[in-house]
């Protein structure tokens, strides 16, 4: 047997991205793009609706910039340090992993990075950090070292904030700085940053700044200005408002005298994101507006177009300092075709930038549309393949799919959704708002208010395991519902805090609760009464699973411990070291179990739980998971996070451990749709296809006159090439002549080149013999010049060597001369050195004299003081003893005493847990007391309440029995309309029959339409194909006939070569197989008409028919409306009754009057049979409705 294996999560798709980061969203390639979600980096392919995921490193760490290195595969992620230093993550994109991390070396009071940038050639990394620092590192990435470091503010004059940071496109030696009276041109020598060009900015609050190409600068201001700075001097100054192009070489005079546009109100001018690209330039100004420009040549740049992200309705409450709809980032595919936005809602926006056109482009949600912010609620269907999830901020109901990771719908209210559970079918749902719960039909549109309950705070719904019954958490009681009467069936009662769960049992027997006051209750739903409570009043449970026989529970609490409970018992409480536990979840097969820990930790814990738990954990949320669940499969997980985020798990290494489901399931199709958008879009339907049958007529008509016109205009060609054909002959002839003529003259010039040119061969042989000798007469000159010069220069250095010897002597010698001297004074030095040794000597013989006297005397002294001091040791030795016996015997009474407190520490410990256990007794028991006697006050009222109940009930009896009698007599007469309007809809049917099959033969008639059509498209391509080999031989003959016209000066050859030709193409039988075919095309064609005409005449005919039966059919449905008007009426008055009936029986129960009770069985059967009757009229109406 292998042994057992712990399921393992795999991430299927991911709902989510993380705002606020400078550089969000960065294309890969034309389809992928990469952002941050949560605890990790996603890569989506737009296309394809894939993702692969880079897990970060530290998840938990704010991410604050990203920069992406295409050329050699990496992208940067910069992480906030947490009262630490900040750094920067490098990951491969292939491996997929943290390949390098930098950090800062020196010490800084900003925590984070605002910016970072790859230089143009991909070896260098800028990261600026945030206020009051902002320091710029220039990193060497590869080899993780600093290579420098500049202040980006020059203060007293600017000392910011830094908004914005660009590096050169050409010379990664230069950078610029951006703020608020702040623009700085840097550049690098020797490791140092210096200043230059322009930097008088202190009337100018810039916002934003990039590089046109390696001189020009474009930077955009707060108040809506664009700078233009070339070489580091001020050109223009402009307003991005009112400007439709501008051209970089034209120099404006005093360019800092521009005035801004005037505000109207709040609104922003502020330009943001400056991104320019090779066919233009892209900003934002303002909150969500975004300005295109073309660049129409090296210089100029005009403004094409205006892209707008419009406001969030539901978000403006979320509007503090700037609105939801705010742009932070774009993003501009590789090939210029799409553009990103991110905005500060979590959700990606999109527009392509190859649509021109005068009105302003709107942005659209990029893959699905997801909460921002929290997820209250999820709840999974166990027929579709979806689940449903409400969002506390944004106050939607969203209903998604989980095969396709695709969202379904999507719903918005005005109030807050605390809570939605979707029913079995996937057809209903059930949603708490604030004092109320809906009952809503779940339409391919939205979700459709179905019924509407009061409730007071409900936080908590839930759909029974089969659907008929749903549970309501109302403050601290939970109320049950019957999902088709819609009635309550009962109040569970027993919380005194907030109920956080409810599970239903497999058999829907039992509900199972938990909460915050930390008690665990189960609930019969048959008796209506409590079966099992569980109290822990300092745990706080968020969550709980249940097993399907109910006898195990699994609970998940805020202590961080987790519990198993069998029998109302807890058999294990083990720490998991893994915080808070938010959210549990357990399979339908009872053997797999996933509990969410802190930080959105997914932990997969081995079942059955031993002693020590064996557990893997999973990360991709970075924030709390609020909800978990599986699907009916056992085979996906769906999470959901605070911060909005989902992610939908595949369940994997779980074989044997899922559900076996029945060989017949699969998922439903099927849809709610309201009858009257069906009608409309049948009618819609009808309408396109006469107007397709139009259209087809119309194009048969236009191919017909087509062919006619073509046919024309190929007969017009045919005419114009046979001319143009002559003329070309007669142009060929002349052309013949001359070329003749000219290759005989070109001859003749070509013989007489020849000749000259082997003269000229000739004579350059003579001369260059000539300078040949020349020059070996004067190579012989030199080398014996070089013979004399070789001889000279031997005697020079003979002499030159003798001379050095001499030299060499003389210096030898002189060096001889002064070693002797040197000899001399060290002998010198060394007798100094005797003399100085023997005088040193004598010196400490001295010294140690005077010292071994010393010593003598101080020995003495120290003798006689040692001989004090031994007898006083003596003495306190004696003294010592007793003492010890002293000390012996109080040790032994202090052993006995300890023991003895040691014993009683123990016996009052016990007494205090006693005392505590007694005091939680009572307390249980004064609650328990209470609440009974809160309860039999209660019991008491009612029965007083409904003693006097009874007394009104009998009267109104004996008044309901007159009533029915009376009703009895009044239904007889609708019975006899019923029956009849009953006739009336099976003569209705029987016509909708006859429809049926006119429009079955309706169909086939189209079909074979469509298949005469066909045919006579093929025929048509084989004409096509004949008319081709037709023109093919045509164009043969043409050029036979052009190699003909050589021979017509020649009448003998000419006959010869025509009979070939006649003998080739020319005979009798073809031109007979086309008339005969021509004729059959004709005689085919007027047949197919006439039976096309006598169709479309009895078509015709049979739509009149049609016609009038409608009218018919509208007026019998008029009648049914009003019947069903007044059936729905006497539904209602029955419905009255029914309730009435019930509660005197019920009270009628308690009393023993056996008289009324018989009176009551009459009633009652008689009340059966009137509602057996309508429940039938009712289904007949709905049917023909």
């Not at 949603?431 to 936080?459: D, I, M, P, Y």
């Not at 100085?836 to 002294?861: C, F, G, R, W």
Request: charged share 30%; net charge neutral.
């Amino acid at each position: 047997m292998s042994p057992p294996v712990i399921p393992t999560l795999k991430p299927k798709f991911f709902f989510g991205l993380t705002t606020h980061v400078t550089g969000n969203c960065l294309f890969l390639n034309e389809n992928e793009i990469i952002y941050p979600a949560s605890g990790v980096l996603v890569i989506y392919d737009i296309v394809n609706h894939r993702q692969k995921y880079i897990h970060l490193a530290e998840p938990q760490k704010i991410i604050t910039a990203m920069a992406l290195c295409i050329n050699k595969n990496v992208i940067a992620v910069a992480e906030k340090g947490n009262k630490k230093k900040p750094t920067i993550s490098i990951y491969d994109l292939n491996l997929m992993e943290r390949i390098k991390q930098l950090t800062v070396l020196t010490d800084l009071k900003s925590d984070n990075f605002i910016n970072i940038k790859f230089s143009f050639d991909d070896t260098y990394l800028a990261a600026l950090t945030s206020g009051p620092d902002f320091m710029m590192y220039y990193y060497n990435w590869e080899n993780s070292k600093i290579e420098s470091y500049v202040k980006a503010t020059n203060p007293p004059n600017a000392e910011g904030p830094v908004l914005d940071m660009a590096l050169n496109p050409t010379d990664n030696t230069i950078c610029c700085f951006v703020g608020k009276k702040l623009f700085r041109l840097v550049t690098i020598s020797d490791s140092i940053w210096r200043q230059y060009g322009f930097q008088k900015a202190d009337n100018l609050d810039f916002s934003t700044v990039c590089w046109l190409n390696g001189d020009r600068i474009l930077a955009g201001t707060m108040d809506g200005r664009i700078v233009i700075i070339e070489n580091g001097e001020l050109i223009a100054v402009y307003n991005a408002k009112s400007i439709i192009d501008f051209d970089l070489k034209i120099r404006i005079k005093a360019p800092l005298d521009v005035v801004p546009l005037t505000k109207y109100g709040n609104q922003r001018m502020d330009i943001r994101c400056c991104t320019p690209l090779k066919i233009g330039l892209v900003f934002v100004i303002g909150d969500s507006c975004v300005y295109y420009y073309e660049k129409t040549s090296n210089h100029r740049y005009k403004k094409l177009k205006e892209f707008l992200k419009q406001a969030d309705q539901n978000l403006k409450a979320l509007d503090t300092d700037k609105p939801m709809h705010t742009i932070e980032t774009l993003s501009i595919s590789p090939k210029n075709l799409k553009m990103i936005c991110v905005t500060r809602r979590s959700q990606l926006f999109w527009v392509p930038l190859t649509e021109i056109s005068n009105n302003i482009s709107l942005f659209k949600p990029l893959g699905e549309d997801l909460h921002h912010g929290g997820i209250s609620s999820l709840s999974t269907c166990k027929w579709k393949p979806i689940f449903i999830t409400c969002g506390k901020i944004d106050h939607t109901i969203r209903v998604w799919n989980y095969l396709d990771c695709s969202l379904l719908l999507s719903q918005q209210y005005q109030e807050d959704v605390f809570s939605v559970s979707l029913h079995p079918s996937g057809l209903y749902s059930v949603a708490a708002f604030t004092g109320k719960v809906e009952f809503q039909l779940v339409h391919t549109e939205g979700l459709k208010a179905w019924r509407e309950f009061s409730v007071t705070s409900c936080n908590l719904t839930e759909f029974s395991t089969s659907g008929h019954m749903f549970a309501l958490a109302n403050q601290f009681d939970i109320d049950v519902y019957c999902s088709v009467k819609f009635e309550k069936r009962f109040t569970y009662k027993g919380h005194s805090n907030t109920i956080t769960a409810m599970v239903w049992a497999l058999n829907d027997m039992k509900l199972v609760t938990c909460g915050e006051d930390g008690a665990i209750y189960e609930f019969n739903t048959r008796s209506g009464k409590r079966d099992m409570d569980i109290v822990h009043p300092k745990l706080i449970y968020m969550d709980l699973a249940i097993s399907n026989d109910t006898n195990q529970i699994f609970p998940a609490a805020q202590d961080g411990r987790f519990r198993e409970i069998y029998n109302q018992s807890v058999i294990r409480d083990i720490d998991l070291h893994q915080g808070p536990l938010d959210a549990i979840t357990l399979s339908r097969s009872d053997l797999i179990l996933f509990v969410a820990g802190q930080n959105g930790v997914v932990s997969s814990l081995m079942l059955p739980i031993m002693a020590e738990i064996k557990h893997k954990e999973f990360n991709i949320h970075n924030k709390n998971i609020t909800k978990m669940s599986m699907s009916i499969d056992d085979s996906i997980l769906i999470t959901c996070s605070v911060d909005g985020s989902i992610c939908i798990w595949d369940v994997l290494d779980a074989e044997g451990k899922k559900v076996i489901l029945n060989e017949q399931f699969a998922y439903s199709d099927d849809i709610l749709v309201n009858a009257l958008d069906l009608k409309n879009k049948i009618e819609n339907i009808t309408e396109l296809r006469v107007r397709v049958k139009e259209l087809e007529k119309e194009c048969k008509y236009q191919v017909t006159e087509l062919t006619k016109s073509k046919k024309q205009q190929i007969q017009e060609l045919n005419n114009n090439h046979s001319v143009l054909i002559k003329i070309l002959e007669n142009k060929n002839a002349e052309i013949t002549k001359k070329h003749m003529a000219d290759k005989s003259r070109l001859e003749m010039e070509l013989n007489l080149l020849k000749d000259s040119h082997v003269q000229e061969l000739e004579e350059l042989e003579i001369n260059y013999n000539q300078k040949l000798l020349f020059e070996y007469q004067k190579y012989d000159i030199l080398t014996k010049e070089l013979i004399k010069t070789n001889l000279e220069l031997e005697k020079g250095l003979n002499k030159s060597e003798s001379e050095q010897n001499e030299k060499l002597q003389e210096i030898i010698n002189q060096y001889n001369i002064k070693l002797k001297e040197k000899d001399e004074h060290i002998i010198k030095l060394k007798e100094q050195l005797i003399k100085d040794k023997q005088s040193m000597t004598a010196l400490m013989d001295k010294i140690e004299n005077d010292t071994d006297k010393e010593v003598l005397e101080k020995k003495a002294e120290f003798m006689a003081k040692i001989r004090e001091l031994k007898k006083i040791n003596l003495n306190l030795r004696g003294e010592l003893g007793s003492f010890k016996m002293k000390a012996k015997a109080a040790s032994k009474e202090a052993e006995d005493l300890s023991h003895l407190i040691e014993k009683y520490k123990d016996d009052i410990q016990q007494l205090k847990i006693l005392v505590k256990n007694e005091e939680r007794t009572i307390l249980d028991l004064k609650n328990q007391i209470q609440v009974r006697d809160y309860n039999i006050e209660q019991k008491e009222t009612q029965i007083f309440e409904e003693k006097l109940k009874m007394k009104d009930l009998e009267k109104q009896l004996l008044l309901k029995t007159e009533n029915i009698s009376e009703l009895q007599q009044i239904v007889e007469p609708l019975i006899m309309e019923i029956q009849d309007k009953k006739k009336i809809i099976e003569d209705m049917e029987s016509e909708m029959e006859n429809m049926t099959s006119v429009k079955k033969q309706m169909k086939l008639c189209i079909s074979e339409q469509h298949d005469k059509l066909k045919a006579c498209n093929h025929k048509v391509k084989k004409k096509e194909q004949i008319i081709l080999s037709v023109n093919r031989i045509i164009k043969k003959i043409q050029i036979d006939i052009h190699s003909i016209s050589e021979y017509y000066q020649d009448p003998v050859k000419l006959k010869e070569v025509v009979k070939e030709l006649f003998i080739k193409y020319g005979t009798e039988e073809a031109f007979e197989e086309s008339k005969n075919e021509e004729l059959d095309v004709r005689v085919e064609f007027t047949r197919q008409r006439q039976i096309l005409e006598q169709s479309i005449i009895n078509l015709k005919k049979r739509i009149k028919a049609c016609i009038q039966k409608n009218d018919s059919y509208s007026k019998i449905m008029e009648e049914n409306m009003v019947l069903i008007k007044e059936i729905d009426k006497l539904r209602q008055e029955l419905k009255m009754k029914y309730k009435t009936r019930e509660n005197f029986k019920i009270k009628k129960s308690k009393c023993n009057a056996t008289k009324q009770v018989k009176c009551n069985q009459e009633s009652e059967a008689s009340i059966d049979a009137v509602e057996k009757q309508y429940k039938k009229h009712i289904m007949v109406g709905l049917m023909t409705i």
